[in-house]
């Protein structure tokens, strides 16, 4: 049968003022009919590029471009403009990461799907109407006729991703490409979504090639994966055998890298040894990999150009697997040891953060206006050298908390320092406590040299420091967060994702704080990058003795940085436990959720599937009841929508506010089955 | 110097560099280069082409038009240069601080420069002329104070882009003065699209300043500022294009030098694009 989508030796080569830029080459590959294909790759790898190729939309400047790409047959390569504007939405949809910005602001949902409906089908204004009525049903939204009514900015995020979604089934293509589309959507959100894809593409059978740079959501929904590094596909196979057992160096490196449910269970440590940028110009080596890779072997590995070559189930581009070799995976370094201790650094009592201002208007009116409390009356100790790591998911108060520790946000409540009564906008405070931001891109100010930024907080917290004692310690701070030393004077575009957050890590440090904010500082970063600035902030609080607020939406990391979690809902904190209480039961039913839909790359793992229904509460709303009541999976009775729930504690410094008994918690059934047999690879 | 060096890299820059370089030049050293006597009246070679004697021909009088030309860009230049100047660097403070600081202190601010926008900025000068009393320099602060706050919105609408990221949030987080955090923090990052504007007015301020002349409260004849140039050849535009048309190109190439080195400096200064390594 001819496969949907099928690519042959593959080339793109963009122009730029520098010379030609090697984007892909060497890509072959197959989509059988109703097979979904996941493209995983780290940021650069020029995945997003594969699907700009398939669907003609490029948007450089081509300097060389070869190979066929066909659709069912059909070679699309070589397409004028309107044949393929007659192609794209009816033969091939494409499924964007931002609904937000894919959805057009001034047009109603209904004219969304009305314009491609009208646009690549014949039927009447009618039957248009009941098909757009029929999608957004078939994609699960509530009331779809007056779904048709609504503007994009009056449904959320998670139904805007649907709608887009609707869209792309919309004339039933043969083939829909999804460039990343749960990226920006929270975990729970993006499992339903998931969940739904997964149930359309088996009812329609629809092709699709789905590119996420997140090996988890990939291994839930593809049928094969294929790799890409720096433009080539690397290993490609049924996603089964790849994730349990992958051949090739580069995603054994990427596999070490992830954290994994069982991390806790088995003490796997994450490998850090993450891939260098394969070379873009100029002669390209044999084995794109072969700078990076840990069993090369010139004699075998630069004789001839490597290409992708049939290995028993999957084609793997490597020399020696080729050769028939088994190249051992590495081993996975062992678990970070916590320096924890047990005097408090600072405690936080009844804080809470609000936003929302008085207009003129409700002023002159005499009333309050609508107040959001981003944080409330939130309480927690934390001690010397231990990582409290804030989970949970947009809009539940993490970063607000963050910013009123960094004393850029105004609360109520009481902080205190070392055991006395301290505000963080005092110069005691900020002394002590240090903020790292989330996007190194924006938390460097691109006009000043690493010097200058490393210098500013040396001066105001050092002041002691000589002018050459400064530049001494700049360059110490450097190489501590193991850039060189030399980097002083460069500045923060010259610098890579990863080696930003680091220059970051050190402006922290300068201070030599007692407490530092981490506000979700790896979220934008590669799996092995993020594993490299997790040890290296481990390091860091071995050495000094630091303790880490880390902020974060991402569980999976959590095994590999926190001692203690505490999950926030809607500006409450829900549940608070150690690290390992999280891999069994007691949960809160949110964390439970929660803890379900973060994909398990555990190879013959299972996941029990927990969704969440329903919709957030307004903002602005005082809820009576518990914060969680509209979603909560084991919603028990009025009780949970009229009273606050209290706060349990099923096991010594494990707190859940829950209305559920804690023999009720107690008996929820575990999350994850693991297969024990697959402890192999992950021995320390 | 390696502002300057990247800007000779740069096609525009370059370009830009070069044409602003030569009206610069002709500003302080014109009235040496002059090959004939800007007033001097040849009454046998009115309206004359351009030829040996004249390059760029005469007007009316028979005055040699190029000596005009060279002799008047000091006062229009230079004074032109002056007015953008005062504006550009009142606006932007005033703008980067407005909108730092935002709420009420950005409300009155910014409604004082709405208020000073409604007038048309001739008017405006016009205001501060009869006020201060017609002179050239008093046409230079009028003109300056009408730019300012336009300056001031441009600067502000940047600044509250560059206001709400982090690393403003982080210099406010380990407690940075007021100053700094304006100064070093912010002003660098909205400067590029402040220069730009700025020489992009410069242009507006020659014609300005032109039509200040010609209502008499500027430069008065026979002075060669190129606006009243102008403004005084309109009357024999049909006996000959010359009188109009070498002060209104050297005015085009003023605006184009500066337009040039305006986009040249944006990218030089955006250290992205630029070359800092």
């Known amino acids: ?684 | 110097m390696k502002t300057l060096r990247a800007l000779l890299r740069n096609p525009q820059g370059a370009a830009g560099l070069v044409l602003c370089t030569l009206v610069l030049f002709a500003a302080l050293f014109g009235p040496a280069i002059a090959p004939n006597d800007p007033e001097t009246f040849h009454f046998g070679a009115r309206f004359a082409g351009p030829s040996a004697e004249f390059p760029l021909g005469t007007d009316w009088y028979g005055r040699d038009l190029l000596s005009r030309v060279l002799v008047g860009a000091r006062s229009t230049v230079l004074l032109a240069l002056l007015a953008t100047f005062i504006g550009t660097v009142a606006g932007a403070l005033i703008g980067v601080v407005s909108g730092y600081l935002g709420g009420v202190m950005d409300e009155i601010l910014m409604r004082l420069t709405d208020a000073v926008m409604a007038i048309p900025s001739l008017l405006f000068a016009l205001m501060i002329l009869a006020a201060l009393g017609s002179s050239a320099l008093n046409a230079v602060l009028a003109i300056g104070i009408a730019f300012a706050p336009g300056m001031a919105r441009i600067a502000r609408s940047v600044t509250l882009q560059v206001r709400s990221l982090d690393y403003v949030a982080a210099a406010k987080a380990r407690g940075e003065s007021l100053p700094w955090i304006v100064g070093a923090e912010i002003l660098p990052n909205t400067i590029a699209p402040v220069i730009v504007e700025g020489t992009i007015r410069v242009a507006f301020a020659i014609m300005t300043l032109a039509t200040l002349s010609f209502l008499g409260l500027g430069a008065q004849p026979p002075s060669p500022e190129w606006g009243l140039m102008i403004a005084e050849a309109r009357d024999h535009l049909f006996r000959s294009p010359w009188p109009v048309a070498v002060p209104g190109a050297a005015i085009a190439l003023v605006a184009i030098g500066f337009n040039l080195l305006g986009d040249g400096l944006r990218d030089v200064l955006n250290p992205k694009t630029g070359d800092h390594a």
């Open chain 1, 1 to 684: 049968m001819t496969p949907v989508l099928s690519l042959r030796d593959y080339a793109l080569h963009y122009d730029t003022f520098t010379g030609p830029v090697r984007i892909l080459d060497d890509i072959s590959l197959d989509i059988g009919r109703g097979e979904v294909l996941g493209l995983v790759g780290e940021s650069g790898s020029a995945k997003s590029s594969l699907a700009n190729a398939v669907i003609r939309d490029l948007p450089g400047r081509v300097h060389d471009e070869h190979g066929t790409i066909k659709l069912t047959g059909d070679d699309i390569s070589t397409l004028p403009e309107p044949a393929l504007a007659a192609l794209r939405g009816r033969r091939i949809a494409m499924v964007f990461q931002n609904a937000a910005t894919t959805l057009d602001p001034v047009q109603t949902l209904g004219d969304h799907l009305l314009e491609t409906l009208g646009r690549h089908t014949q039927l009447d204004a009618t039957g248009r109407r009941a098909r757009a009525i029929e999608l957004l049903d078939m994609v699960g939204l509530p009331d779809p006729t007056a779904m048709l009514d609504r503007y994009p900015h009056e449904v959320s995020g998670g139904e805007k991703q649907r709608v887009v979604l609707a869209l792309a089934f919309g004339c039933e293509p043969e083939l829909i490409l999804f460039d990343e589309p749960t990226s920006a959507l929270d975990a729970t959100t993006a499992a339903t979504l998931l969940d739904l894809f997964r149930d359309l593409q088996a009812r329609t059978g629809v092709s699709a090639l789905f590119i996420s740079h997140d090996l988890g959501t990939v291994a839930e929904i593809a049928h094969r994966v294929a790799v890409i590094y720096g433009g080539r596909i690397v290993e490609e196979g049924p996603t089964q055998t790849i994730f349990a057992a992958p051949q090739h160096p580069y995603t054994q490196a990427l596999m070490a890298s992830l954290p994994r449910p069982s991390d806790g269970k088995l003490a796997r440590g994450l490998a850090t040894s993450g891939a260098r940028p394969a070379p873009r110009r100029g002669e390209m080596p044999p084995c794109l990999f072969s700078a990076s890779c840990p069993h090369h072997l010139p004699e075998v590995c630069d004789a001839q150009r490597v290409r992708p070559v049939d290995v028993g189930d999957r084609q793997i581009a490597c020399a020696r697997v080729a050769r028939g070799e088994t190249l051992p995976a590495p081993a996975a370094p062992a678990p970070l040891v916590s320096p924890r201790t047990t005097d408090v650094v600072i405690e936080a009592r009844d804080l809470s953060v609000s936003y929302g201002n008085r207009s003129l208007a409700d002023m002159l009116r005499g009333r309050d206006g609508a107040v959001v409390r981003a944080v409330r009356d939130v309480n927690f100790r934390l001690h010397r050298g231990e990582t409290l790591a804030l989970v949970g998911e947009s809009g539940c108060g993490k970063s607000s908390l963050a910013r009123a520790l960094s004393g850029l946000r105004g609360f109520t409540g009481e902080t205190l320092l070392n055991g006395l009564p301290t505000a963080p906008d005092s110069a005691a405070w900020r002394a002590r406590v240090q903020t790292i931001f989330q996007n190194p891109d924006s938390s460097l100010n691109p006009r000043h040299s690493l010097a200058t930024i490393l210098a500013r907080p040396l001066r105001l917290f050092r002041p002691d420091l000589s002018r050459a004692a400064r530049s001494a310690e700049i360059e110490r701070l450097l190489e501590r967060v193991h850039l060189p030393g030399d980097y002083a004077s460069r500045y923060p575009h010259q610098l890579s994702g990863g080696e930003k957050q680091r220059v970051a890590i050190a402006r922290a440090l300068a201070a030599e704080p007692d407490v530092i904010v981490c506000d979700e500082i790896t979220s934008g970063l590669d799996a092995a990058v993020q594993a490299a600035i997790v040890r290296l902030l481990r390091d860091i609080q071995t050495s000094t003795g630091a303790a880490l607020v880390f902020i974060t939406h991402d569980l999976g990391i959590l095994r590999h940085v926190a001692d203690r979690v505490a999950v926030m809902y809607l500006g409450e904190m829900v549940e608070t436990c150690e690290i390992a209480a999280l891999d069994a039961a007691p949960w809160h039913p949110y964390t439970e959720a929660l803890l379900s839909s973060s994909h398990s790359v555990d190879p013959g793992s299972d996941t029990r599937r927990v969704r969440l229904q329903g919709s957030l509460p307004k903002r602005t709303e005082d809820l009576t009841g518990c914060p969680f009541a509209s979603r909560c999976p084991r919603h028990i009775g009025p009780e949970c929508d009229s009273l606050r729930p209290p706060l349990r504690a099923p096991e010594p410094g494990h707190d859940i506010l829950c209305h559920l008994s804690d023999a009720a918690l107690n008996e929820v059934p575990p999350i994850w089955q693991f297969k024990t047999s697959d402890t192999t690879r992950t021995t320390p």
